[in-house]
């Protein structure tokens, strides 16, 4: 799996501003599975509706800047997909923090979506980490 991982990343190295198309992408999806699933159907998830809506607001703030990072990237892809990934990286660790805290009203239902949210976004962190190092060494051998 790892060889695989490598092989997307190289692909995706060819054109590295598409990361930032991917990550927006996912982040919308995300924003729009917690406002209109999640919330409306909160009975089915035991995660409080303030709390999925914050969680929703700060998914739309991440697409913007990814999308933002896809139309203008330019050459600087070091210095702006660090900034995803710490936020990818602190919005795991928030909502981990959160399943913790909100575990005793979270039902299987609401655990197993967040539990997947938070391997779908390590899984593209580490695809992320990878791409910074494959460009920093395409970089270098120039």
Sequence with gaps: MNRQIKNVVKRLALKPKNVFLIDGVGAVVTAILLMAVLKPFNKYVGMPPNVLTSLS????????????????????????????????????????????????????????????????????????????????????SQ
């Design 57 to 140: 607001i700060t998914a739309f703030i991440f697409a913007g800047y990814s999308f933002c990072c896809y139309l203008f990237l330019g050459n600087r892809l070091p210095k702006l997909l660090t900034p995803i990934i710490v936020a990818n990286i602190s919005y795991c660790v928030f909502t981990f923090a959160l399943i913790i805290y909100f575990y005793n009203s979270l039902t299987l239902t609401g655990l197993i979506y967040f539990i997947a949210e938070l391997l779908l976004i390590a899984f593209l962190v580490s695809m992320e980490l990878i791409l910074l190092k494959v460009v920093d060494e395409q970089s270098k």
